[in-house]
C-alpha cells in the first residue's frame, strides 16, 4: 500500500535555529498539507499545498513557516526560527482528489530546546 | 465549542465486545473520515462517509453519519487488544476553494484482553 514518508522521526534543536521538515506524498495525490499535534493537544492543521501554491493556511502559519514543493516529490515544511511552543509532532498527508482520505505519514517528533 | 467534538473522551472495554464512539460537529460538511492513533504514533486513515452517505461499513467498522444532527458513529464490533488506540474525527470542509480537516479531542480506546 503507498505510504507517506516523513524524515527525520525525531528532530531535536536549538531554540532559534531554523528547521526542515521532508516529507514524499504518495506520488500520484494532488493536495498535499501539514498539521501538527502538540502532546496530548488536538491535532491541528496548518497549511494545504496544491498545483504548487498554498491553496489555504491556519493562523498559526505564520512568517516563520514555509513549504515547498522543490522537485516535483519532496514536500518541506520549513520553521526559520524555532520557538519553544513549535515542540509538536508534525505530521505530513496527501489525498488525490477531493472528497477522498487522506493517507498520513507517521510523522515527525520536533523538539525544541 | 468546536467542530469534530468525540464522546466520550475515554472508553474501556473487554475484548470481544462492541465499542461505540459518538462524534457531532456544527458546520456543514463534504465527508467526514475517522482516523485512529496509537500512542506516539502517526493517524491511520480509517474510513469516510460522504455527505449523501448514511451508512458504511469496513471490516469490524461501522460509521452513520445523521447530517440532520451533525453527527456520527463509529462502532467497532467484536473488539481486539490490539484496537487499542485514540480513535478521532476530522470533518471535511471545503467551500470557496478552502479545505481543511478539522479534528476532533479524541475517543481513548482501551480493550482489555
Known amino acids: 500500500e503507498p505510504e507517506v514518508t516523513q524524515t527525520p522521526s525525531h528532530q531535536v534543536t536549538q531554540m532559534g535555529q531554523e528547521v526542515i521538515l521532508r516529507c514524499v506524498p504518495i506520488?500520484?495525490?494532488?493536495?498535499f498539507y501539514w498539521y501538527r499535534q502538540i502532546l496530548g493537544q488536538k491535532v491541528e492543521f496548518l497549511v494545504s499545498?496544491?498545483?504548487?501554491?498554498?491553496?489555504?493556511k491556519s493562523e498559526i502559519f505564520d512568517d516563520q513557516f514555509s513549504v515547498e514543493r522543490p522537485d516535483g516529490s519532496n514536500f518541506t515544511l520549513k520553521i526559520r526560527s524555532t520557538k519553544l511552543e513549535d515542540s509538536a509532532m508534525y505530521f505530513c498527508?496527501?489525498?488525490?482528489?477531493?472528497?477522498?482520505?487522506?493517507?498520513f505519514g507517521s510523522g515527525t517528533r520536533l523538539t525544541v530546546v | 465549542s468546536q467542530q469534530g467534538e468525540e464522546d466520550p473522551q475515554a472508553l474501556s472495554i473487554q475484548e470481544g465486545e462492541n465499542a461505540t464512539m459518538n462524534c457531532s460537529y456544527k458546520?456543514?460538511?463534504?465527508?467526514l473520515q475517522w482516523y485512529r492513533q496509537n500512542s506516539g504514533r502517526g493517524l491511520v486513515h480509517l474510513i469516510l462517509i460522504r455527505s449523501n452517505e448514511r451508512e458504511k461499513h469496513s471490516g469490524r467498522l461501522r460509521v452513520t453519519l445523521d447530517t440532520s444532527k451533525k453527527s456520527s458513529s463509529l462502532l467497532i464490533t467484536a473488539s481486539r487488544a490490539a484496537d487499542t488506540a485514540s480513535y478521532f474525527c476530522a470533518t471535511d470542509t471545503w467551500d470557496t476553494g478552502r479545505r481543511a480537516l478539522t479534528f476532533g479531542s479524541g475517543t481513548r480506546l482501551q480493550v482489555q484482553p
Open positions: 498527508a496527501s489525498s488525490e482528489l477531493v472528497n477522498y482520505g487522506y493517507t
Open positions: 506520488s500520484n495525490h494532488l493536495y
Open positions: 458546520t456543514s460538511i463534504n465527508n
Open positions: 499545498f496544491y498545483n504548487n501554491e498554498i491553496s489555504e
